[in-house]
């Protein structure tokens, strides 16, 4: 289903390749530019010129249409988006510049989705409200969260920094020695390319507790998300893993089937939901009396042979 929701936009949307190495502007600094851009538009009453900017932002995401009908109608299956946050932003801006309204309530409305979609795609939305943090972390950050003794279950956050050859090579020493209790690992907004994730995958899936991944807001494009596809196809590779975050990255629109069937399978491997067994077929004359037609359990198998049990939440 998502193999066509990655098409890119023409020039305007960048060189893929720069981004991928590092060249020019991350991906989410020019998305960031066009919807400032819409916002100044909107108070100068352009709206042609909002909706054109709008969907060079949405092909540079991955969403085809270029009306909202076709978001709406001819692609409502999108079931593996990998950022269905801006894709909901994005429909209500759509929904803004094209149905009829006064001047002010145009702008007030979509200058306010604008806001939103900043946030989501800046590294702001990362930190603490009221922190005193920089605008760009610095290689000290990097260094104190790398000299942490974790306890089980712990996370490390080295969002915004950003990282080089050699920073990837430090990261790969710790998780080494100290990362077998690490359960999220957050590298968003850190400038990671297919090449360094490349470098920094056999220190990952050897992890036995993570269960988080965090890569949004980087340089990543499909070849990054086939190779984490293959490695989740192997189930001794990442063996908890229950979400990778690719969004907001060069061209990853959704995320591969495979790699979502690698992660149910974990998840329900070490989980326990809740199921309901339906007896589809009638009782048979002579049956136990008494006997009901739905029954409740917390995952257990069926004690004797009996209808496949029907997980109550499937995606």
Same mark, same amino acid.
């Given at each position: 289903?998502?193999?066509?929701?990655?098409?890119?936009?023409?020039?305007?949307?960048?060189?893929?390749?720069?981004?991928?190495?590092?060249?020019?502007?991350?991906?989410?600094?020019?998305?960031?530019?066009?919807?400032?851009?819409?916002?100044?538009?909107?108070?100068?009453?352009?709206?042609?010129?909002?909706?054109? +900017?709008?969907? *060079?932002?949405?092909?540079?995401? =991955? %969403?085809?249409?270029? !009306? @909202?009908?076709?978001? /709406?109608?001819?692609?409502?299956?999108?079931?593996?988006?990998?950022?269905?946050?801006?894709?909901?932003?994005?429909?209500?801006?759509?929904?803004?510049?094209?149905?009829?309204?006064?001047?002010?309530?145009?702008?007030?409305?979509?200058?306010?989705?604008?806001?939103?979609?900043?946030?989501?795609?800046?590294?702001?939305?990362?930190?603490?409200?009221?922190?005193?943090?920089?605008?760009?972390?610095?290689?000290?950050?990097?260094?104190?969260?790398?000299?942490?003794?974790?306890?089980?279950?712990?996370?490390?956050?080295?969002?915004?920094?950003?990282?080089?050859?050699?920073?990837?090579?430090?990261?790969?020493?710790?998780?080494?020695?100290?990362?077998?209790? +690490?359960?999220? *690992?957050?590298?968003?907004?850190? =400038? %990671?390319?297919?090449? !360094? @994730?490349?470098?920094? /995958?056999?220190?990952?899936?050897?992890?036995?507790?993570?269960?988080?991944?965090?890569?949004?807001?980087?340089?990543?494009?499909?070849?990054?998300?086939?190779?984490?596809?293959?490695?989740?196809?192997?189930?001794?590779?990442?063996?908890?893993?229950?979400?990778?975050?690719?969004?907001?990255?060069?061209?990853?629109?959704?995320?591969?089937?495979?790699?979502?069937?690698?992660?149910?399978?974990?998840?329900?491997?070490?989980?326990?939901?809740?199921?309901?067994?339906?007896?589809?077929?009638?009782?048979?004359?002579?049956?136990?009396?008494?006997?009901?037609?739905?029954?409740?359990?917390?995952?257990?198998?069926?004690?004797?042979?009996?209808?496949?049990?029907?997980?109550?939440?499937?995606?």
């Amino acid at each position: 289903m998502g193999a066509r929701l990655g098409r890119r936009a023409g020039p305007e949307a960048g060189s893929e390749a720069g981004a991928a190495t590092g060249c020019g502007p991350a991906p989410y600094e020019r998305r960031v530019r066009w919807l400032r851009e819409i916002q100044s538009t909107l108070r100068e009453r352009r709206p042609e010129r909002a909706q054109q +900017l709008l969907r *060079l932002l949405r092909q540079d995401l =991955g %969403l085809e249409g270029t !009306l @909202l009908t076709d978001i /709406l109608c001819r692609n409502v299956a999108f079931l593996n988006l990998v950022d269905p946050i801006s894709h909901d932003l994005l429909v209500n801006l759509a929904r803004d510049l094209q149905c009829p309204k006064s001047d002010y309530e145009l702008w007030k409305s979509s200058d306010k989705t604008c806001r939103q979609l900043i946030y989501h795609l800046t590294p702001h939305s990362k930190w603490q409200q009221g922190s005193s943090l920089p605008r760009r972390k610095t290689q000290s950050c990097l260094k104190s969260n790398l000299q942490k003794t974790l306890p089980a279950g712990e996370t490390v956050n080295l969002s915004g920094i950003p990282l080089s050859v050699q920073d990837v090579q430090h990261i790969m020493h710790y998780l080494g020695s100290q990362g077998a209790r +690490l359960a999220v *690992l957050d590298l968003s907004f850190t =400038g %990671l390319s297919d090449e !360094l @994730l490349h470098q920094l /995958l056999p220190s990952l899936w050897t992890l036995p507790c993570l269960t988080q991944l965090l890569l949004n807001g980087n340089r990543l494009t499909r070849a990054a998300a086939r190779e984490l596809t293959e490695a989740i196809k192997d189930t001794t590779k990442f063996p908890v893993l229950a979400w990778v975050d690719l969004g907001n990255n060069v061209d990853v629109a959704s995320l591969p089937q495979p790699l979502l069937v690698g992660l149910r399978r974990r998840l329900s491997q070490r989980t326990s939901l809740p199921t309901i067994y339906e007896s589809l077929d009638p009782e048979p004359e002579g049956g136990v009396a008494g006997a009901t037609a739905l029954a409740s359990t917390w995952g257990s198998a069926a004690a004797g042979p009996g209808p496949e049990p029907q997980a109550c939440c499937t995606r």
